[in-house]
Nanobody, 126 residues
Framework: QVQLVESGGGLVQAGGSLRLSCAAS????????MAWFRQAPGKEREFVAV????????YYADSVKGRFTISRDNTKNTVSLQMNSLKPEDTAVYYC???????????????????WGQGTQVTVSS
């Protein structure tokens, strides 16, 4: 069982930066696929970034490429999302997610993950 807790959200002006962190419990962390999703009011939950188990590099949604960076620290049982050059359209609740179902090419939909954090609010003002 994997338990996830996000932190680091807040209010920031456009162009600013935030770093989100997700703390995971259990030693199964290192064997799971980790991702970040976000959900804005009235919208569906959307993929942001992931470490795919079958590849060596992270994958990002087009909307955040060049601005966001996902990182993973197995020694600290954390996964982080560094968000730079934030835009008002980045405003959302951000969730970290994990799955132990390691399937090739399956990483971009909420239903691909069985473990979720409670979310942390990110608000970007213009």
């Amino acid at each position: 069982q994997v338990q996830l807790v996000e932190s680091g959200g807040g209010l920031v002006q456009a162009g600013g930066s935030l770093r989100l962190s997700c703390a995971a419990s259990g030693r199964t962390f290192s064997t799971s696929q980790m991702a970040w999703f976000r959900q804005a009011p009235g919208k569906e939950r959307e993929f942001v970034a992931v470490f795919t188990w079958s590849g060596g590099s992270p994958y990002y949604a087009d909307s955040v490429k060049g601005r966001f960076t996902i990182s993973r620290d197995n020694t600290k049982n954390t996964v982080s999302l560094q968000m730079n050059s934030l835009k008002p359209e980045d405003t959302a609740v951000y969730y970290c997610a994990a799955t132990k179902q390691l399937r090739i090419g399956i990483f971009g939909r909420p239903d691909d993950y069985e473990y979720w954090g409670q979310g942390t609010q990110v608000t970007v003002s213009s």
